[in-house]
């Protein structure tokens, strides 16, 4: 995977997170589910804390604080997303970086992260997210699935005598 591919799915998974949440924000109404299918909905939320609302009560009301400290971590992401050997280490990084920015983007904004995707059985609910989340979470598998043994390649043993 090129540098400007790495780039290219950063873009995407921001744009696609913007684009979904600027519908959201639009159409639905907070407090108003919207039923889909049986098991989800979508209902407008805001999240002030980290994934899944932890952290919302210390962090309410300090969204720079907590932008800043998300941008740390994506810093931190895209550096490995460019030193990555592997391309689905480096297409799992850039989603996490792609995600992680889309909710930036919203912190800076508006102060919260919104949130739009309800999945429920009976009456349990998943704690609300949204496309970014969607970008963070497949770039951690990819991540995970890069690491493992089977995915590595052979490499070649090398005559010692």
Do not use: C
Request: glycine share 8%.
């Amino acid at each position: 995977m090129t540098k400007a591919m790495l780039i290219s799915l950063i873009a995407a998974a921001v744009v696609a997170d913007q684009l979904t949440k600027a519908a959201a924000l639009s159409l639905l109404s907070q407090g108003t589910a919207v039923p889909v299918f049986p098991s989800f909905n979508l209902s407008l939320g805001f999240n002030t804390g980290a994934s899944f609302g932890v952290m919302g009560g210390i962090m309410s009301g300090k969204p720079l604080l907590m932008a800043a400290l998300t941008g740390a971590l994506t810093i931190a992401f895209a550096v490995m997303a460019f030193r990555a050997q592997q391309a689905l280490e480096r297409a799992g990084f850039a989603l996490v970086v792609g995600g992680a920015l889309g909710n930036i983007i919203d912190r800076l904004r508006q102060g919260a992260v919104t949130d739009f995707l309800d999945f429920y059985w009976r009456d349990w609910h998943w704690p609300t997210f949204n496309v970014a989340d969607i970008a963070i979470t497949l770039g951690a598998v990819l991540i995970l699935a890069a690491s493992l043994p089977l995915r590595r390649r052979k490499e070649p043993v090398l005559d010692q005598s």
